[in-house]
């Protein structure tokens, strides 16, 4: 059933009896056209781009667990194209065009809202670097400002302005950044790639790559063998783990990162703000909550919880800022398992192997990538081609040295 | 609901009467009274309104899984939303106010959504808001944040303290209860270090809520008597008021202590709260249960209340919550509040048991006090507005009766507490037998889980739990349980009432109906997670302490599956939610980092200088003098101090690294690109540095002080990376070679002297000491002066002839006051910059990570003869494209125009579009000498393009100015003035 404020009205007379699932839980067939592992954000953006917009409906998604129950379920719900590097700008901010469009395409409220994210900077250096980085922003036609400590006051005015260790002196504002419903998300575009055909099979753990010489032609899972000739990873959190099954070594590193909700109060904080000083930033759900974040825990790991010192590094971030909530309390914090690339970039791209397609390395920025991601990963899966705005997402841009390392550390991912 | 305060017991302390207020009423409870038990003493039921229908709502529990009141806490910048009515302790003068209702907690117009609840299900806002796209932001989410939201935050920075401090125990025992006591018991006995933590003010647990017997004495006077012993156990800690939220990696356990939250406001120098970080051998989660409700219509009003709530609330706080109460109930439990009730006077309507086969014990005393027993029977409904006026009841035979009470007490069976066995990713284990949860076998490392929580119900069990547990974490055998009275807990599970009227709650704060479950089945939501995200049942403060398991039944019987196969959601820490402040502890405001300042601080302030933050560094940024009208006046006066005669700017922040052994020499060539086994003795170097990956990482000089002594300075911002870094390549990547490094930075004071008087200058100063003029350009000497062991090294960042000269950190300050008496103008980070620009050196905006040597005009120092650290990665294509952009200089074409560092290049007339872009301006400064501004930029094809025109577009700032590229070395290219 259509959603629409008229379906609503008459569920509401008739008990909501009239709901359907909003996506098919499928039982896999033996073959499909193309397979994406992985029924995340990712997965099924790419799976609702193949199906809707590239026309190839026999596609299947397998997700070993409940769909979204990776870091499609574990973010801070930030959305944004305030990059700086050409290779990164052009494809988050096709990410964020499709946002803005993204539930009159999907009929699926994901309660995309352009609060706006102001980064802070606190230092003569970091002000000509948010100037280099707006107006990269600006030459790529995407909406920046940079606000005097005046003009951040006005907006944030809760900020600790008068007595911190690390004056606030501006911020970069990118206005059209904002936040989504992340969960919704998931359930919009599986339900969008459901209604076209797609297979969403879940509890389908992939246990191993059906290979034909060098090609990929099928995986082996708990649920039996699937084949097809395209086979495309979208599992960012264990790419690493997935790509080995294939005998694949790629250049990332798995990290925790934690994420914070704090107890629903009245609004606080308008949009997103991040401290230029400290690992902090927040913002603040429709439901009330904080949502915040900062560093990741630092050391390789899968599993998907973090620590205490974390915890306290982020609250002192946080009290250091904006020392008004300091009797509000964390209401819950978890933790995700974050692909660490070499340069702190996405990589979208074939792999080495024939029929097998990469989509890894989100760092800690995928989900705001989600649609711009599912595109540009359809698009190479349908057309063989990158597509314009991803192509310098490419996995051999380490070794040939055409890095996008937007933060300048290097190779150590657990910098970026 | 009209509660009232019983005559006598309790543990309460009636010569201690204590005033509090809640919604500006005036009220009066005792010593040991939560707001909660004083609040229902004083006939108080009404104490909130929900999330979502802003439904009318009292206290439902005792502790801290309460759902319902929730209330702000004190006032003004202390104003604490969402705090738990049930855990606060109160004190004199307490002021409490209900929230989320507008405009009165008795008239809340928000209470229309319940009549819109057919539109207001769960997720109905996926369903709409889509149109018009545009009124998303502009109207209807406003609208959304407005209405939700539970309390008001404060609004204004936190006044309290907080503090955080780490405890080391062999013994860590979770909960002191009566598992818990004995636990701690048997683990003190045997001299182990012990804790026993409790969240409560009042140890005991249930035993102060029961009337139970040990050892023939009343349960919660033998808690009395344990707590007496343990607190006489030379290694025993009792912490109550403190919750062991989290369990970590590496046996860490996180507490919370609320040192100062029974109190109006903290003592002087006391912390509000403090953060526990508990390493523990072992650990006892003797967590107990929690008692869960049961679904059906109209459960939630004000007056519908935990059957073992009510006990505590009668035997603890000797409070009565209602006159007239009915007991609803699935097993034995509910008739321990009976008993209670009729001990306490109170009167009881009914007794309604949804079991048919009722013991005959049971029996008896209802016929015994000419109770109404309706065996087979549930409750339907409920009537009332604010408050319970009556329930309906289906008895065996189908038929409805009416009974008119004021209480309803339901006992709906115990959920075992398995929060804390879940925090490492341990899956709890369905007990069909107790119909609830209990932890797993994959129990974080350590920890063993006793009585209540192990799914052991019966008091007899809970203690023998704790003494076993307890004994077998310390290796001892565990001392004899004492008897113990009658106590038996069972329970038929019944998941949801059918054929109610009115709405069945299963998440009392989020409003989650069974009928929003049934809804979410319908959509596909059926993973327990995906049911949790679609109706946010269990998201609520209380983390579904209540309700999360009457929900993932309601789903499993919906779905045809069994409850194991359904599961259960996980626990996230913490436990209960835990201030944010807490968190930070006393890491805020200028405390936020530690302050790092050099040894010649104090003179420089004593100067009037204002400083800068660099890092954790606090530099002199420049020197302001009376009648200088701004920053530049002073640093225009400072540059032309030192091209024209002599300045001293403290440069103790550079990091200093010593370097020594056999192999200091193999591990300089390692690090740096360039050669450094050749430098002789006494001299200095300038290096440069890459990473791994072949990008710049950083720059500065070394000087070599004797055949296997050398001393690195780095950049500030880099001491510490650089200092990791070569610790990593003599411990990781050469651990075979004798060499050692050590930090040296806050060992010395180091300033730089410039000027073409500086040698001079620093004559003057040594004397007889030191000659001066021997030093040659990149000299470096290490000397006696007097008491002082002093570092000269001939450098120059500013393009003069120029010295640094380092001294021990205690003579810092009085050699740059010297250094100044004899003629020298301070100079900070300011003037330091523009000379740096105008001779064309790289600094932080250039070496920002994403530059190659080249880039910076530094290529040809790779060295061809050696390996370093980055020469294989730099030679990858991306590195070495000549495209690239290189180092530039520039100068406004308009001499008048400012430069600033941010601006992209555009060739003049081309389109600002990105695919024009053609590199960027890194920093910029006033050149004093040319008597217009200067910058530093890295432009494609940069080093061939000198004289060329082009545009720096800053959309951001100052619009576009046209620029001529240009050396960037603005002044004395030849570098004569370094000898001058």
Same mark, same amino acid.
């Given at each position: 059933?259509?959603?629409?404020?008229?379906?609503?009205?008459?569920?509401?007379?008739?008990?909501?009896?009239?709901?359907?699932?909003?996506?098919?839980?499928?039982?896999?067939?033996?073959?499909?056209?193309?397979?994406?592992?992985?029924?995340?954000?990712?997965?099924?953006?790419?799976?609702?781009?193949?199906?809707?917009?590239?026309?190839?409906?026999?596609?299947?998604?397998?997700?070993?667990?409940?769909?979204?129950?990776?870091?499609?379920?574990?973010?801070?719900?930030?959305?944004?194209?305030?990059?700086?590097?050409?290779?990164?700008?052009?494809?988050?901010?096709?990410?964020?065009?499709?946002?803005?469009?993204?539930?009159?395409?999907?009929?699926?409220?994901?309660?995309?809202?352009?609060?706006?994210?102001?980064?802070?900077?606190?230092?003569?250096?970091?002000?000509?670097?948010?100037?280099?980085?707006?107006?990269?922003?600006?030459?790529?036609?995407?909406?920046?400002?940079?606000?005097?400590?005046?003009?951040?006051?006005?907006?944030?005015?809760?900020?600790?302005?008068?007595?911190?260790?690390?004056?606030?002196?501006?911020?970069?504002?990118?206005?059209?950044?904002?936040?989504?419903?992340?969960?919704?998300?998931?359930?919009?575009?599986?339900?969008?790639?459901?209604?076209?055909?797609?297979?969403?099979?879940?509890?389908?753990?992939?246990?191993?790559?059906?290979?034909?010489?060098?090609?990929?032609?099928?995986?082996?899972?708990?649920?039996?063998?699937?084949?097809?000739?395209?086979?495309?990873?979208?599992?960012?959190?264990?790419?690493?783990?997935?790509?080995?099954?294939?005998?694949?070594?790629?250049?990332?590193?798995?990290?925790?990162?934690?994420?914070?909700?704090?107890?629903?109060?009245?609004?606080?904080?308008?949009?997103?703000?991040?401290?230029?000083?400290?690992?902090?930033?927040?913002?603040?759900?429709?439901?009330?909550?904080?949502?915040?974040?900062?560093?990741?825990?630092?050391?390789?790991?899968?599993?998907?919880?973090?620590?205490?010192?974390?915890?306290?590094?982020?609250?002192?971030?946080?009290?250091?800022?904006?020392?008004?909530?300091?009797r509000?309390r964390?209401?819950?914090?978890?933790?995700?398992?974050?692909?660490?690339?070499?340069?702190?970039?996405?990589?979208?791209?074939?792999?080495?192997?024939?029929?097998?397609?990469?989509?890894?390395?989100?760092?800690?920025?995928?989900?705001?990538?989600?649609?711009?991601?599912?595109?540009?990963?359809?698009?190479?899966?349908?057309?063989?081609?990158?597509?314009?705005?991803?192509?310098?997402?490419?996995?051999?841009?380490?070794?040939?040295?055409?890095?996008?390392?937007?933060?300048?550390?290097?190779?150590?991912?657990?910098?970026? | 609901m009209s509660g009232y305060r019983l005559?006598?017991g309790g543990a309460i302390d009636r010569t201690r009467p204590l005033g509090f207020s809640f919604d500006?009423r005036p009220f009066q409870g005792y010593a040991g009274d939560t707001l909660a038990s004083a609040l229902l003493a004083e006939g108080v039921g009404l104490v909130a309104?929900?999330?979502?229908?802003?439904?009318?709502r009292g206290v439902v529990t005792a502790g801290s899984e309460e759902p319902n009141a929730l209330v702000e806490l004190r006032?003004?910048?202390r104003?604490e939303p969402n705090t738990k009515a049930t855990t606060v302790e109160i004190y004199d003068g307490l002021k409490a106010a209900s929230q989320?209702?507008?405009?009165?907690l008795?008239?809340?117009?928000?209470?229309?959504?319940?009549?819109? +609840?057919?539109?207001?299900?769960?997720?109905?806002?996926?369903?709409?808001?889509?149109?018009?796209?545009?009124?998303?932001?502009?109207?209807?989410?406003?609208?959304?944040?407005?209405?939700?939201?539970?309390g008001?935050?404060?609004?204004?920075?936190?006044?309290?303290?907080?503090?955080?401090?780490?405890?080391?125990?062999?013994?860590?025992?979770?909960g002191g209860g009566?598992?818990?006591?004995?636990?701690?018991?048997?683990?003190?006995? +045997?001299?182990?270090?012990?804790?026993?933590a409790d969240e409560d003010f009042l140890f005991g647990g249930r035993l102060n809520a029961e009337?139970?017997?040990?050892?023939?004495?009343?349960?919660a %006077?033998?808690a009395a008597?344990?707590?007496?012993?343990?607190?006489?156990?030379?290694?025993?800690?009792?912490?109550p008021r403190t919750t062991?939220?989290?369990?970590?990696?590496?046996?860490?356990?996180?507490?919370l202590e609320r040192v100062a939250d029974h109190l109006a406001?903290?003592?002087?120098?006391?912390?509000r709260q403090?953060?526990?970080?508990?390493?523990?051998?072992?650990?006892?989660?003797?967590a107990g249960?929690i008692e869960?409700?049961?679904?059906?219509?109209?459960?939630?009003?004000p007056g519908?209340m935990s059957a073992a709530a009510v006990r505590a609330y009668l035997n603890r706080f000797a409070v009565a919550p209602g006159?007239?109460?009915?007991?609803?109930?699935?097993?034995?439990?509910?008739?321990?509040t009976?008993?209670d009730?009729?001990?306490a006077?109170?009167?009881?309507?009914?007794?309604?048991?949804?079991?048919?086969?009722?013991?005959?014990?049971?029996?008896?005393?209802?016929?015994?006090?000419?109770?109404?027993?309706?065996?087979?029977?549930?409750?339907?409904?409920?009537?009332?507005?604010?408050?319970?006026?009556?329930?309906?009841?289906?008895?065996?035979?189908?038929?409805?009766?009416?009974?008119?009470?004021?209480l309803?007490a339901?006992?709906?069976?115990?959920?075992?507490n398995?929060?804390?066995?879940?925090?490492?990713?341990?899956?709890?284990?369905?007990?069909?037998?107790?119909?609830?949860?209990?932890?797993?076998?994959?129990?974080?490392?350590?920890?063993?889980?006793?009585?209540?929580?192990?799914?052991?119900?019966?008091?007899?069990?809970?203690?023998?739990?704790?003494?076993?547990?307890?004994?077998?974490?310390?290796?001892?055998?565990?001392? $004899?349980?004492?008897?113990?009275?009658?106590?038996?807990?069972?329970?038929?599970?019944?998941?949801?009432?059918?054929?109610?009227?009115?709405?069945?709650?299963? %998440?009392f704060q989020?409003?989650?109906?069974?009928?929003?479950?049934?809804?979410?089945?319908?959509?596909?939501?059926?993973?327990?997670?995906?049911?949790?995200?679609?109706?946010?049942?269990?998201?609520?403060t209380d983390?579904?302490k209540t309700?999360?398991?009457?929900?993932?039944?309601?789903?499993?019987?919906?779905?045809?599956?069994?409850?194991?196969?359904?599961?259960?959601?996980?626990?996230?820490?913490?436990y209960v939610p835990?201030a944010?402040?807490?968190?930070?502890?006393?890491?805020?405001?200028?405390?936020?980092?530690?302050?790092?300042?050099?040894?010649?601080?104090?003179?420089?302030?004593?100067?009037?200088?204002?400083?800068?933050?660099?890092?954790?560094?606090?530099?002199?940024?420049?020197?302001?003098?009376?009648?200088?009208?701004?920053?530049?006046?002073?640093?225009?006066?400072?540059?032309?101090?030192?091209?024209?005669?002599?300045?001293?700017?403290?440069?103790?922040?550079?990091?200093?690294?010593?370097?020594?052994?056999?192999?200091?020499?193999?591990?300089?060539?390692?690090?740096?690109?360039?050669?450094?086994?050749?430098?002789?003795?006494?001299?200095?170097?300038?290096?440069?540095?890459?990473?791994?990956?072949?990008?710049?990482?950083?720059?500065?000089?070394?000087?070599?002080?004797?055949? $296997?002594?050398?001393?690195?300075?780095?950049?500030?911002?880099?001491?510490?990376?650089?200092?990791?870094?070569?610790?990593?390549?003599?411990?990781?990547?050469?651990?075979?070679?004798?060499?050692?490094?050590? +930090?040296?930075?806050?060992?010395?004071?180091?300033?730089?002297?410039?000027?073409?008087?500086?040698?001079?200058?620093?004559?003057?100063?040594?004397?007889?000491?030191?000659?001066?003029?021997?030093?040659?350009?990149?000299?470096?000497?290490?000397?006696?002066?007097?008491?002082?062991?002093?570092?000269?090294?001939?450098?120059?960042?500013?393009?003069?002839?120029?010295?640094?000269?380092?001294?021990?950190?205690?003579?810092?300050?009085?050699?740059?006051?010297?250094?100044?008496?004899?003629?020298?103008?301070?100079?900070?980070?300011?003037?330091?910059?523009?000379?740096?620009?105008?001779?064309?050196?790289?600094?932080?905006?250039?070496?920002?990570?994403?530059?190659?040597?080249?880039?910076?005009?530094?290529?040809?120092?790779?060295?061809?003869?050696?390996?370093?650290?980055?020469?294989?990665?730099?030679?990858?294509?991306?590195?070495?494209?000549?495209?690239?952009?290189?180092?530039?200089?520039?100068?406004?074409?308009?001499?008048?125009?400012?430069?600033?560092?941010?601006?992209?290049?555009?060739?003049?007339?081309?389109?600002?579009?990105?695919?024009?872009?053609?590199?960027?301006?890194? +920093?910029?400064?006033?050149?004093?000498?040319?008597?217009?501004?200067?910058?530093?930029?890295?432009?494609?094809?940069?080093?061939?393009?000198?004289?060329?025109?082009?545009?720096?577009?800053?959309?951001?700032?100052?619009?576009?100015?046209?620029?001529?590229?240009?050396?960037?070395?603005?002044?004395?290219?030849?570098?004569?003035?370094?000898?001058?």
């Amino acid at each position: 059933m259509r959603r629409s404020i008229f379906s609503l009205a008459l569920n509401a007379l008739t008990g909501h009896r009239l709901w359907r699932p909003t996506w098919r839980d499928a039982v896999p067939k033996p073959e499909y056209d193309v397979i994406i592992i992985g029924g995340g954000g990712h997965g099924l953006a790419t799976a609702h781009y193949l199906a809707n917009v590239f026309g190839i409906q026999r596609v299947a998604v397998l997700e070993k667990s409940w769909i979204g129950s990776g870091n499609a379920g574990r973010n801070t719900t930030i959305i944004r194209s305030n990059y700086l590097l050409p290779g990164n700008n052009a494809f988050y901010e096709l990410s964020m065009k499709l946002w803005e469009g993204l539930e009159q395409e999907l009929n699926y409220n994901a309660m995309v809202s352009q609060r706006g994210i102001v980064n802070l900077y606190h230092s003569d250096a970091q002000r000509d670097a948010y100037a280099r980085r707006g107006n990269s922003m600006r030459l790529h036609g995407v909406d920046a400002e940079l606000l005097d400590r005046d003009q951040v006051r006005a907006m944030v005015p809760f900020l600790d302005f008068d007595n911190a260790r690390f004056p606030v002196k501006g911020g970069l504002l990118q206005r059209r950044a904002g936040t989504a419903r992340h969960d919704a998300v998931v359930w919009g575009y599986a339900a969008a790639a459901s209604r076209r055909g797609v297979d969403i099979v879940q509890n389908c753990e992939v246990t191993g790559f059906i290979r034909n010489g060098d090609a990929v032609v099928g995986v082996e899972t708990t649920r039996g063998s699937i084949r097809a000739p395209k086979i495309a990873m979208a599992v960012a959190g264990n790419s690493s783990r997935v790509a080995a099954l294939a005998g694949l070594r790629l250049p990332i590193e798995s990290h925790v990162l934690q994420a914070f909700v704090s107890e629903a109060v009245k609004p606080l904080i308008p949009g997103v703000v991040t401290f230029g000083a400290g690992h902090f930033y927040v913002s603040q759900s429709d439901k009330g909550g904080l949502v915040f974040g900062g560093d990741i825990d630092g050391y390789n790991s899968y599993a998907q919880r973090g620590n205490l010192p974390v915890v306290e590094d982020v609250a002192e971030g946080g009290m250091a800022l904006m020392p008004m909530i300091g009797r509000i309390r964390l209401l819950r914090s978890w933790g995700g398992i974050m692909d660490m690339s070499m340069d702190g970039s996405p990589i979208i791209d074939r792999s080495p192997l024939p029929g097998l397609y990469l989509n890894a390395g989100w760092c800690y920025g995928g989900f705001k990538a989600i649609p711009g991601s599912g595109f540009c990963f359809a698009h190479l899966i349908a057309k063989g081609e990158p597509h314009p705005t991803a192509a310098a997402l490419r996995l051999d841009r380490f070794e040939r040295g055409y890095l996008l390392d937007e933060k300048g550390q290097g190779a150590q991912p657990n910098l970026h | 609901m009209s509660g009232y305060r019983l005559p006598g017991g309790g543990a309460i302390d009636r010569t201690r009467p204590l005033g509090f207020s809640f919604d500006g009423r005036p009220f009066q409870g005792y010593a040991g009274d939560t707001l909660a038990s004083a609040l229902l003493a004083e006939g108080v039921g009404l104490v909130a309104r929900s999330f979502k229908y802003h439904r009318p709502r009292g206290v439902v529990t005792a502790g801290s899984e309460e759902p319902n009141a929730l209330v702000e806490l004190r006032t003004g910048a202390r104003r604490e939303p969402n705090t738990k009515a049930t855990t606060v302790e109160i004190y004199d003068g307490l002021k409490a106010a209900s929230q989320n209702r507008w405009p009165s907690l008795g008239f809340d117009v928000g209470a229309v959504n319940s009549l819109l +609840s057919p539109v207001f299900v769960a997720g109905f806002y996926y369903k709409t808001f889509m149109w018009p796209a545009a009124f998303w932001e502009k109207v209807y989410e406003p609208a959304i944040r407005k209405a939700a939201g539970l309390g008001r935050g404060a609004g204004l920075p936190d006044p309290d303290l907080y503090e955080k401090a780490n405890a080391f125990c062999d013994v860590l025992v979770i909960g002191g209860g009566p598992a818990g006591l004995a636990a701690a018991l048997a683990a003190g006995r +045997s001299g182990a270090r012990t804790i026993l933590a409790d969240e409560d003010f009042l140890f005991g647990g249930r035993l102060n809520a029961e009337r139970l017997e040990i050892a023939e004495k009343a349960g919660a %006077d033998w808690a009395a008597e344990a707590v007496a012993e343990l607190a006489s156990l030379p290694h025993v800690t009792l912490m109550p008021r403190t919750t062991v939220f989290g369990v970590y990696d590496g046996e860490t356990y996180a507490a919370l202590e609320r040192v100062a939250d029974h109190l109006a406001v903290p003592p002087p120098h006391q912390p509000r709260q403090r953060l526990w970080r508990i390493q523990a051998r072992q650990s006892v989660l003797a967590a107990g249960a929690i008692e869960r409700p049961l679904v059906f219509g109209g459960n939630d009003r004000p007056g519908v209340m935990s059957a073992a709530a009510v006990r505590a609330y009668l035997n603890r706080f000797a409070v009565a919550p209602g006159r007239r109460a009915a007991v609803f109930t699935t097993g034995d439990d509910g008739w321990k509040t009976v008993a209670d009730l009729i001990e306490a006077g109170v009167e009881i309507a009914a007794v309604i048991d949804a079991r048919t086969g009722i013991a005959h014990d049971h029996e008896a005393l209802a016929a015994a006090h000419d109770i109404r027993l309706f065996a087979g029977a549930v409750v339907t409904g409920t009537r009332g507005g604010r408050a319970l006026h009556a329930v309906q009841i289906r008895d065996a035979g189908g038929g409805t009766r009416t009974i008119a009470c004021d209480l309803l007490a339901v006992a709906g069976g115990w959920n075992p507490n398995v929060a804390l066995s879940t925090h490492l990713g341990g899956k709890p284990e369905w007990r069909a037998d107790i119909a609830g949860f209990v932890p797993g076998p994959a129990l974080p490392p350590g920890m063993a889980v006793a009585g209540a929580c192990a799914g052991r119900m019966n008091l007899g069990d809970c203690l023998a739990d704790g003494f076993r547990l307890g004994a077998a974490a310390t290796g001892t055998t565990p001392p $004899e349980a004492p008897e113990t009275g009658p106590d038996a807990t069972t329970a038929t599970p019944l998941w949801r009432i059918a054929g109610t009227r009115g709405k069945c709650f299963v %998440d009392f704060q989020h409003d989650v109906t069974d009928r929003d479950v049934a809804l979410a089945a319908r959509e596909g939501f059926r993973s327990v997670e995906h049911l949790k995200r679609y109706t946010t049942l269990g998201m609520a403060t209380d983390q579904g302490k209540t309700a999360n398991l009457n929900g993932h039944a309601l789903m499993a019987a919906l779905t045809g599956r069994g409850i194991a196969e359904t599961g259960t959601t996980r626990f996230r820490p913490p436990y209960v939610p835990v201030a944010i402040g807490a968190l930070a502890g006393p890491h805020r405001g200028p405390d936020f980092k530690p302050t790092r300042l050099t040894a010649a601080h104090g003179f420089s302030a004593e100067m009037g200088a204002v400083f800068t933050e660099a890092g954790q560094w606090l530099r002199p940024q420049y020197y302001p003098r009376p009648g200088e009208s701004d920053w530049l006046e002073s640093v225009t006066r400072e540059v032309k101090a030192v091209r024209g005669d002599v300045g001293i700017c403290d440069v103790s922040t550079l990091g200093r690294i010593e370097i020594q052994g056999p192999d200091a020499r193999h591990l300089l060539d390692l690090a740096y690109c360039n050669m450094f086994s050749t430098l002789a003795v006494g001299r200095a170097r300038y290096g440069v540095m890459l990473r791994e990956d072949g990008f710049v990482m950083d720059d500065g000089t070394t000087a070599r002080l004797g055949p $296997e002594h050398f001393v690195m300075s780095t950049t500030t911002a880099n001491a510490a990376r650089v200092m990791q870094h070569l610790d990593f390549l003599r411990q990781v990547l050469r651990p075979e070679w004798d060499v050692q490094c050590a +930090s040296a930075t806050e060992h010395w004071a180091m300033f730089a002297v410039a000027g073409p008087r500086s040698r001079a200058l620093l004559q003057d100063l040594l004397g007889d000491a030191f000659d001066v003029a021997g030093l040659p350009h990149m000299g470096a000497a290490e000397f006696r002066w007097g008491r002082a062991r002093v570092r000269l090294f001939r450098l120059s960042f500013s393009g003069e002839r120029a010295y640094e000269i380092a001294v021990p950190a205690r003579f810092g300050q009085a050699l740059m006051r010297r250094i100044c008496d004899l003629g020298a103008t301070p100079y900070g980070t300011e003037a330091l910059g523009v000379m740096r620009i105008e001779k064309g050196h790289v600094s932080g905006p250039e070496l920002n990570g994403q530059t190659t040597a080249a880039d910076l005009g530094l290529g040809r120092m790779m060295s061809k003869k050696k390996d370093f650290i980055g020469r294989v990665l730099a030679g990858r294509p991306g590195l070495c494209d000549p495209a690239r952009p290189a180092l530039v200089g520039l100068k406004p074409v308009d001499r008048g125009r400012r430069l600033r560092g941010g601006g992209h290049f555009l060739r003049p007339g081309a389109a600002p579009v990105i695919a024009n872009a053609e590199g960027h301006v890194t +920093s910029a400064a006033y050149s004093p000498g040319l008597g217009h501004w200067i910058a530093l930029g890295l432009l494609a094809h940069g080093p061939s393009r000198h004289g060329e025109t082009m545009l720096v577009h800053d959309p951001l700032r100052d619009g576009d100015t046209l620029v001529e590229i240009c050396d960037p070395v603005f002044l004395d290219p030849e570098g004569s003035r370094l000898h001058a």
